[in-house]
């Protein structure tokens, strides 16, 4: 049985790291089924392997600790051989790392300004503190100004977006005509701002949010049934 340790709000239920998600994602995809495990910012010392593990996604898989999404994966895909492949082989791997460096240097950043201040509003009153010194500093402007300039950063985004929009033109996954490992770590994302209640994104005909929708029912809904803000 893995344990997984998965970032949650002031509601323990609601679990909204873009990171997590792809890992949720993953594990459906191998047909695993861990014991999730509610973690906040302020419980560092309670994640399996601290003081090195800081962060989450962890993950305790038959006594080993994994942490950190893309290597949790790998390890996914080495040990559990049962289960449907992540990646497809070396190609379906390379590929992944490249889509996984765009979603970190490119997506998540366009998305943090708008998804933090939501963030924050969800957060454990303990977590707020260090949410917000760590963001504001990161972003270079408060929380406030972040949400109310918000609307002013949606063209941008949206032009982020063409990458994705020309490759889901084509086909219905990043990974072809099967989801992989690469939809998964861009699909967090989306995720990310949709379980914290932010204002849709995407433009009725986008083929990204066809996408989105796909990959919201994959594994009987797993990501549709999530918790989302009010």
């Known amino acids: 049985m893995i344990e997984f340790y998965d970032l949650a709000g002031r509601d323990p239920a609601l679990r909204f790291s873009p990171y997590c998600w792809r890992v949720r994602m993953a594990m459906a995809h191998k047909g695993l089924e861990p014991v999730t495990i509610p973690w906040r910012f302020h419980e560092?010392?309670?994640?399996?392997?601290?003081?090195?593990?800081?962060?989450?996604?962890?993950?305790v898989d038959q006594g080993d600790v994994v942490g950190e999404s893309t290597h949790i994966a790998f390890h996914l895909e080495d040990r559990h051989t049962n289960g449907p492949s992540l990646f497809g082989g070396p190609g379906g791997e390379?590929?992944?790392?490249?889509?996984?460096?765009?979603?970190?240097?490119?997506?998540?950043?366009?998305l943090s300004p708008i998804a933090a201040p939501y963030v924050w509003a969800l957060l454990h009153?303990?977590?707020?503190?260090?949410?917000?010194?760590?963001?504001?500093?990161?972003?270079?402007?408060?929380?406030?100004?972040?949400?109310?300039?918000?609307?002013?950063?949606?063209?941008?985004?949206?032009?982020?977006?063409?990458?994705?929009?020309?490759?889901?033109?084509e086909q219905g996954?990043?990974?072809?005509?099967?989801?992989s490992y690469a939809d998964y770590g861009v699909f967090g994302a989306f995720q990310w701002l949709r379980c914290v209640g932010a204002p849709e994104l995407l433009?009725?005909?986008?083929?990204?949010?066809?996408?989105?929708?796909?990959?919201?029912?994959l594994f009987g809904g797993l990501a549709a049934r999530a918790v989302v803000a009010a």
Not at 95 to 104: G, S
């Open 173 to 179: 996954f990043l990974g072809g005509d099967e989801p």
């Open 94 to 110: 390379a590929h992944a790392r490249f889509v996984l460096a765009w979603a970190d240097a490119v997506l998540n950043p366009a």
């Open 44 to 59: 560092a010392d309670r994640l399996p392997g601290a003081p090195d593990q800081k962060t989450v996604p962890v993950i």
């Open 125 to 169: 009153p303990d977590d707020q503190p260090y949410f917000r010194q760590t963001r504001e500093k990161r972003l270079g402007m408060t929380l406030e100004a972040a949400r109310e300039t918000a609307a002013d950063k949606l063209p941008a985004f949206r032009t982020v977006l063409a990458p994705l929009r020309q490759v889901l033109t």
């Open 203 to 217: 433009e009725e005909a986008d083929p990204v949010r066809s996408w989105r929708g796909a990959m919201l029912e």
